[in-house]
């Protein structure tokens, strides 16, 4: 008797554990696929590239130009995607194109962002901001991101280091710390970096892009841990104080953001160097990389002026 609900409860716990098994082998393969994928030893490592048609490009639509918009006749949702502070979702458009959308204070300022650092030579995401859409399965909502990646295009997880990457002491890196405080970027942080391995498959080389990959924190109030604010164009425009000064060839920001440090060795060159990029931009190509973030008439003249006036600086800096 003993033996034998000694055996059936033995055969119980096999059951429920076999029973179990497979979800257990699921979890285990669904964080194996989130793990961070090697950079290959044959990817050449890139940060910039130089913007030869910067005075043509189309800051409206962005680095995806027209032909990469999403179609929003029937746009279903697939799943969660939020890590962060804004709500994400992955879905898919109309022409059956996957999309991940950020929806909240960080839509805008995020758009915007991209195009003035793809404007400068720098990799960014492909990104357009939909002032209204209607998701399956979601709802409806008001200003929001849709970001994707082109084909042969795969997204590593890999959070390069500000520190710590095979381009310190280069005018590129620099250059791209300062447009992150022109932007008043706050959220200068290693886990918002990300590398791209882009392909040739006609070729076969491999890149791998290292980029800033949430750049939802600019244009508004910096602040370290407090005081910060999202989707405040206005605290942005009121901020005018960027160069405080140049002492011994350095120029010192007046950053308020995380990681100041980051800031602190830039020389008058570097950032002479990005402002004399910057300074190619005209003021119609600047006010449409707002426009393309749906701020008011209002906000896109007062935001224009602010940026021209920063990039002005950067320009005129003298040792």
Not at 197 to 224: C, I, P, R
Request: aromatic share 8%.
């Amino acid at each position: 008797m003993f033996v034998t609900k000694r055996i059936q409860a033995m055969a119980i716990i096999a059951i429920v554990g076999f029973g179990l098994l497979p979800a257990t082998l699921k979890a285990q393969k669904d964080s194996k696929k989130d793990e961070p994928k090697p950079i290959p030893a044959d990817a050449h490592a890139v940060l910039w590239q130089e913007p030869t048609d910067i005075t043509s490009r189309d800051l409206f639509l962005g680095s995806g130009g027209d032909a990469a918009k999403p179609d929003l006749s029937h746009v279903v949702f697939l799943k969660d995607e939020t890590r962060s502070y804004s709500k994400k979702y992955r879905v898919r458009d109309g022409a059956g194109k996957e999309w991940v959308v950020k929806i909240g204070t960080e839509a805008q300022p995020e758009t915007a962002a991209t195009r003035l650092v793809w404007a400068a030579g720098y990799y960014a995401d492909v990104t357009y901001l939909v002032p209204h859409v209607s998701i399956e399965g979601k709802g409806d909502f008001d200003n929001v991101r849709f970001e994707a990646r082109g084909d042969g295009v795969k997204r590593l997880d890999q959070r390069w280091d500000w520190e710590k990457n095979p381009f310190v002491g280069t005018k590129e890196l620099a250059g791209l710390k300062v447009l992150m405080a022109l932007m008043n970027n706050w959220d200068i942080q290693n886990h918002n970096n990300n590398v791209l391995l882009v392909s040739d498959q006609a070729t076969g080389e491999k890149v791998a892009q290292y980029m800033d990959t949430d750049l939802g924190a600019s244009f508004a109030k910096e602040g370290n841990i407090l005081g910060h604010t999202r989707g405040r164009p206005d605290q942005y425009v009121a901020d005018t104080k960027f160069v405080k000064a140049v002492k011994n060839g350095k120029v010192e920001f007046d950053y308020h953001g995380k990681n100041q440090s980051l800031l602190r060795d830039i020389t008058v060159e570097q950032a002479k160097w990005i402002g004399g990029i910057l300074s190619q931009l005209s003021e119609q190509q600047i006010r449409d990389a707002f426009r393309a973030a749906n701020y008011t008439p209002e906000e896109i003249e007062s935001l224009t002026r602010a940026v021209m006036a920063r990039i002005g600086e950067l320009a005129k800096l003298a040792e």
